[in-house]
């Protein structure tokens, strides 16, 4: 069932994105407003007593119509596992913009490169040049084709029914909606939610970067693993960049030019400098993935109906 689930729901993605501002996520989105509203105190625990309101409920919610369904019928109870997938995962909701990055760079329109970019990044990108464009891009692309696909997988496979993929979308979204990056301190507001996302997230980061190993250049994927992905700030991003860009065989991060002033970031992988010829080999890695995900699971499937 988690096989057909998974594919029936990338299959419905396709045909139809839900995206990220589907009515569902706006819904909870604003029910999070709200909670951050009544919870905002300055108080430490009040911050958790919000995480735990937002989460909490909602899983009670998919699990019980997930075990109601599955009592009156195996069937329904899949119908309810395909429409939560639908609605948590988004390989659509990256890939068309990358896309559209790749095929203006191609064109070599950098004006709408860059405007593109913005949107999807959220970030001025008017400084910024053809292969620094190409390098933020694949950094996204990896990052997202995790966040919103092999993370999901990786919590449909582990917990039962639904729950893995609420569970994950809704801590990714807290943390997001709720972190501020200009406050670091352990008493801020959205600091718990931030923690929670990344023991979550802990087991689902390093399955995707042993997958994009697997999928692509095996060795330099681990070695830079080991060596550069503790220099990022993020822990998670970084053992999925640094893994990602071992497997291609490109480096990403180093500085960038924004708002008139120069950033740094650690460099990662190893290899070419980006551009777009790595576009296109970000999109084969991201595919030979999903598809040894899917292999993987036709595997246990099969284990299972021989057991």
């Not at 604003?30 to 909490?56: P, S």
């Not at 119908?79 to 990055?101: C, D, H, K, P």
């Amino acid at each position: 069932m988690t096989l057909f689930s998974l594919i029936s729901a990338l299959l419905l993605e396709q045909w139809r994105p839900a995206g990220d501002r589907n009515r569902i996520i706006l819904l909870f989105l604003a029910y999070a407003d709200a909670l951050e509203r009544y919870f905002n105190t300055g108080v430490r625990r009040h911050d958790i007593a919000a995480w735990f309101a937002a989460v909490v409920p909602v899983l009670i919610l998919t699990g019980w119509i997930y075990y109601l369904l599955h009592h009156l019928s195996p069937l329904l109870a899949w119908v309810w596992n395909v429409i939560v997938l639908y609605f948590a995962m988004g390989f659509r909701q990256f890939s068309y913009t990358f896309t559209e990055i790749k095929d203006a760079l191609r064109n070599g329109d950098l004006l709408l490169a860059r405007k593109l970019l913005r949107e999807w990044r959220g970030v001025p990108a008017d400084e910024l040049s053809s292969q620094e464009i190409a390098r933020i891009t694949i950094e996204l692309a990896l990052i997202h084709s995790h966040r919103y696909v092999f993370g999901i997988i990786v919590c449909f496979v582990v917990l039962p029914g639904p729950l893995g993929p609420v569970l994950y979308r809704l801590a990714e979204l807290l943390s997001e909606r709720w972190s501020d990056p200009r406050q670091q301190e352990s008493d801020a507001f959205g600091h718990f939610a931030a923690r929670a996302f990344q023991v979550i997230d802990w087991l689902p980061a390093r399955t995707t970067a042993v997958s994009f190993a697997i999928a692509g250049n095996f060795e330099d994927a681990i070695y830079c693993w080991r060596a550069q992905a503790a220099s990022w700030v993020d822990q998670a991003q970084g053992i999925i960049l640094a893994s990602g860009a071992g497997a291609l065989g490109v480096r990403l991060g180093d500085s960038l030019r924004e708002a008139g002033r120069r950033y740094y970031r650690p460099e990662l992988g190893v290899g070419e400098e980006a551009d777009m010829d790595f576009l296109q080999s970000t999109v084969g890695l991201i595919w030979r993935t999903l598809v040894l995900w899917l292999l993987l699971l036709l595997l246990l499937e099969i284990a299972s109906w021989a057991g």
